[in-house]
């Protein structure tokens, strides 16, 4: 319905009254075609088709409407909405059969709004937005131009053949603008590439006061090397004029632009009024009108007539003339069926009565759609929704020094973007521009910042020029700087604080808000990378990893004068002073008891010496000397080294061992002693190795007790707040965990707003911070009385960059961090900042030795003890069997026992009565050395009652018995 707008409208344009409109119906022999056309732009196609003195019908059409004659009523319109509605109802009211329309889709929509609730059928010229397809509203509209939705997969294959993924949209604010690439919008999101800025501009009636000068900023800013151009030709005239100015039109760029330009190429002259050198390289899409079988003789004769070149001919001049022809093969079926055509002078007035419409419209209507005809353009012929069958656009290159768009390829939906040509792009060049920007050469970027060290860190002696900052971040920015070539400026977060996602306002804060907002343009701090944050930012490839920790105060030792015993607990030095004594003992013992000790063998040799042994033996030429006078020469001749192992020289041995050095002294000579040496030896090594790794240890660390092992101890325990930065990395994660005792941590903890803060508390209270570990790593070497809870971190992240989403700059910045990463250059940058931030070293704390780390060296020990023993029962068995044989020195063979028990309780009598002497002559712990006088006396008189005994009885003289070991 028209409604009361267009009622009113009609009484503005003062049409004649209610009274004067006729509903006749009549027999026509005039057929009144209407034409709008809009600025006047194609009035000399239809003067030229319609002028008798070019004969263009007469010669070419003439057996069309043999019996009828067309009556054109050309109109001009323009876009204002008072001036559409006068001349469509101008033309309704005139008794026009249909209308050519030559408009903007946004004209075209309101006049084929108007007619086809009139019945009048419109056949639209230009008018190529996809939503014009509605029956239920345009039943009765024909269009010879094929949709934009076509041409949008035209372009979007044209990108899918260069490989542009990341390009800009620029058009105009209306029907034909915005959903003219709406398909590109489309297809962008399905195919993963990104749009890094789309811009919608206004046209004004006035062309010439188009300023897009913000509009093309924006793209500039977005770093994109291809941008999509879709509006009027004259509008697209001055944007390149303008885009010009900022360098968007110089080499490296490509424009593609469409058919509202390519078919109206002639306006891009304005503003200069001559194809400037800024068309350069423009590629387009138009439709295709060159393979009709008219085409030849259009061109020739049309160029002629209205007296310009054949190529400035537009291609919606020839659409024109084959829409005109569309309705003369109509209109000539119609009535070759026999069909009657009335006119209807259309009552405007009478807007809900159905009498006053067009009522052979709708047969008409059909009629055209059915047309199959080869025009100038192609071969044309329609689908049941009005829309023109098998679609084709030329691909098109503008040559400005030519002065028009010269084909370089072809698209079908069949096959495609075909380009079989060498294309020109910006900047006269055939070098395919790349998508992407490989430096930033020249640019000057604002960088996000906040302090936090040790990845920002400021100098507030020197103000805030760059120079001031420094730290792993700052250090990282001046390696890109250095790379890509573009120069920077620091800028803290305006509200001073870094900032979060509020919940509660739903925004933004801190330096997150002035990423998202275009403060800034990138943040270069040590950002987390959270699915939160995702949502909304872009981030870089990451540069650090890192995770979760909790830091406590530790419990520091005070220094203490007696660090050397810091390595053992007391257990340990109690167990080797146990050994010590073990081992003394057992030196002392085996050498007065082993029958191959030294003194012990002395000493039974002298208590078993026979006077009339030592006779017969001299006699037989087998002894030198008296046996007496040998014994007393041989004790003599070791009474220094005779008790040589007694207490206090086996004490010298084991405690010289324990101190690493050699005993003064000498050795023990037999079996059992030499294993419990052995034994001791080898547990001294160990416990010396022990002892100097544990010393060293305890002088460069300093060790803590904490009573925590672990983030869930925190909810166990009641000495210790904790919390962690609000709405910081640590907080989101803890919130986010799947697990239920993460998640009470963060409901029942203490938050900081800052990370000073933080740790200060740290410092002052009982006070658990549950932070990065990057951070905990780089305090901890500024005080060393902070320490990690546990020997790992939890719920490990990333740190990266942050971008505004569809950053024209990510791609760039992830390609030189790369190779930062490849380099090593991440990893040395870090380990600087550490080595050159404290003294405090990061080592890991040695645990002091209890007995327990010990066991097994005592368990040696006491191996070679009970196996010394062993050696010592041995040695008397042997020794033993001996006597009994007679082999033994001071034992004579026809005097040796003559059995094994004999033998050995004699032994054990001479041991036990050795040994009551030693301790009747050390009763003071005096040294032990043998009092030789004393002893002497004693084994004579032993020696005087063998010689009365041996008068009395009668001995076989016999060899004398070989000396051997006792």
């Known amino acids: 319905m028209l409604g009361w707008l267009n009622v009113s409208l009609f009484l503005i344009l003062s049409l004649p009254s209610g009274n004067a409109i006729l509903n006749k119906n009549v027999t026509l022999r005039d057929v009144h075609l209407g034409i709008l056309d809009r600025g006047a732009k194609y009035k000399n196609v239809f003067d030229f088709i319609f002028d008798d003195k070019s004969g263009f019908i007469n010669d070419e059409l003439k057996d069309l409407l043999p019996q009828a004659k067309i009556k054109l009523t050309y109109k001009d319109i323009n876009s204002s909405p008072v001036s559409i509605t006068k001349r469509v109802f101008e033309l309704l009211h005139s008794g026009v059969v249909a209308i050519i329309c030559l408009c903007p889709s946004s004209i075209t929509e309101q006049v084929s709004n108007y007619a086809n609730e009139r019945k009048v059928p419109v056949i639209a010229v230009t008018a190529t937005d996809p939503l014009l397809a509605n029956k239920e509203v345009r039943p009765y509209l024909l269009r010879v131009s094929p949709s934009d939705k076509q041409q949008s997969k035209a372009i979007v294959d044209i990108i899918t053949k260069y490989r542009w993924i990341y390009f800009s949209i620029m058009t105009s604010y209306d029907s034909y603008g915005i959903h003219g ?7 962008a999101s399905t195919q993963n590439w990104k749009i890094g800025s789309v811009q919608h501009f206004t046209t004004p009636r006035d062309i010439t006061t188009l300023n897009v000068t913000d509009e093309l900023l924006a793209i500039k800013k977005s770093q994109t090397r291809i941008i999509v151009l879709n509006c009027g030709a004259s509008a697209a005239g001055q944007i390149l004029a303008q885009a010009r100015r900022f360098g968007l039109t110089s080499k490296g760029y490509a424009w593609i632009v469409t058919d509202g330009i390519t078919g109206n190429f002639n306006e891009l002259k304005l503003p200069v009024k001559w194809f400037d050198e800024y068309l350069e ?15 030849k003789i259009f061109v020739k004769r049309f160029s002629k007539s209205a007296g310009i070149r054949e190529h400035a001919i537009t291609p919606y001049a020839r659409l024109a003339f084959d829409a005109v022809y569309v309705f003369l093969v109509g209109i000539d079926q119609y009535f070759a069926d026999g069909n009657p055509l009335r006119e209807e002078h259309i009552d405007v007035w009478n807007a809900y009565d159905e009498a006053s419409d067009f009522q052979d419209g709708p047969l008409l209507y059909k ?3 059915n047309v199959s005809i080869s025009g ?3 071969f044309l012929e329609f689908d049941e929704h009005g829309e023109v069958k098998n679609p084709k656009y030329d691909i098109v290159n503008f040559i400005s020094e030519k002065g028009y768009f010269k084909e370089v390829g072809y698209w079908t939906p069949g096959k495609g973007a075909v380009i079989g040509k060498d294309v020109v792009f910006s900047g006269s060049t055939t070098t395919q521009p790349k998508y992407h920007i490989d430096d930033l050469n020249g640019e000057h970027l604002t960088l996000g910042i906040d302090v936090d060290p040790p990845f920002v860190i400021h100098n507030e002696q020197c103000g805030t020029e760059n120079s001031c900052y420094s730290g792993y971040c700052i250090e990282l920015v001046r390696d890109l700087a250095s790379m890509l070539g573009f120069t920077y400026t620091f800028q803290k977060p305006l509200d001073g604080t870094w900032g979060g996602y509020d919940k509660d306002k739903r925004k933004w804060t801190g330096i997150f808000h002035d990423l998202l907002e275009g403060h800034i343009d990138i943040a270069t701090v040590h950002m987390s990378i959270n699915s939160i944050r995702e949502k909304d930012i872009d981030f870089s490839v990451p540069f650090m990893q890192a995770g979760l920790t909790v830091v406590i105060r530790g419990k520091e030792e005070t220094n203490d004068g007696y660090f050397f015993l810091s390595p053992f607990k007391a257990e340990v030095f109690y167990g080797i002073g146990a050994g010590v004594f073990a081992v003394i003992v057992l030196l002392w013992i085996y050498n007065r008891i082993s029958p191959y000790g030294l003194y012990w063998r002395k000493q039974f040799a002298l208590m078993a010496c026979k006077c009339q042994e030592c006779k017969k033996q001299r006699r037989r030429g087998l002894q030198e000397k008296k046996h007496e006078v040998c014994a007393l020469r041989e004790v003599q001749a070791y009474d220094e080294v005779l008790d040589h192992l007694g207490i206090g020289n086996s004490s010298w041995i084991v405690v010289s061992s324990l101190l690493n050095q050699d005993p003064v002294e000498s050795w023990p000579t037999c079996l059992p002693g030499r294993i419990v040496l052995l034994s001791w030896w080898l547990v001294v090594m160990v416990v010396l190795a022990m002892y100097t790794a544990n010393l060293a240890a305890s002088l460069t660390i300093t060790k803590m007790t904490t009573g925590i092992t672990r983030i869930e101890d925190l909810l166990t ?3 210790y707040k ?5 709405d910081t990395h640590p907080e989101v994660a803890l919130s986010n965990s799947v697990r239920h005792d993460f998640k009470e941590i963060i409901r029942k903890q203490q938050p900081v707003f800052s990370t000073d803060e933080g740790f200060r508390k740290v410092l002052e209270q009982d006070y658990a911070f549950i932070y990065e570990s990057p951070i905990f790593e780089y305090m901890k070497r500024r005080n060393c009385s902070l320490e990690k809870v546990g020997t790992g971190e939890f719920l490990s992240f990333d740190y990266a960059f942050g971008f505004p989403p569809d950053s024209p700059y990510i791609d760039v910045i992830n390609r030189a961090l790369l190779k930062l990463q490849e380099n090593s250059r991440l990893d040395t940058l870090w380990n600087t900042i550490l080595q050159n931030t404290g003294q405090c070293a990061t080592t890991t704390a040695t645990a002091q030795l209890t007995l327990q ?7 040696v020990l006491g191996i070679g003890l009970l196996t010394s023993f062993v050696a010592l029962i041995g040695e008397y068995v042997y020794v033993t069997w001996l006597d009994v044989r007679g082999k033994t020195a001071g034992c004579p063979y026809e005097q040796r026992p003559r059995t094994f028990a004999s033998a050995l309780r004699r032994r054990l009598a001479y041991l036990i009565s050795d040994l009551a002497v030693s301790m009747v002559t050390q009763g003071d712990n005096e040294e032990v050395e043998t009092n030789n006088s004393e002893l002497l006396n004693i084994i004579r ?17 016999r060899s004398g018995s070989d000396s051997g070991p006792a």
């Open 281 to 295: 390289g423009l590629l387009g899409t138009q439709p295709a009108t060159k393979d009709g079988d008219l085409y």
């Open 376 to 378: 100038v353009t192609k």
């Open 367 to 369: 009629y055209l759609r």
């Open 941 to 957: 008189r032993e020696s005087s009652k063998r010689k009365n005994g041996s008068k009395k009885a009668a001995v076989e003289d």
């Open 181 to 187: 690439v709406s398909g590109i919008q489309a297809a």
């Open 722 to 726: 904790w919390g962690t930065v609000k």
């Open 853 to 859: 780390s010990l066991n097994g060296v005592f368990t």
């Open 717 to 719: 325990q009641q000495k």
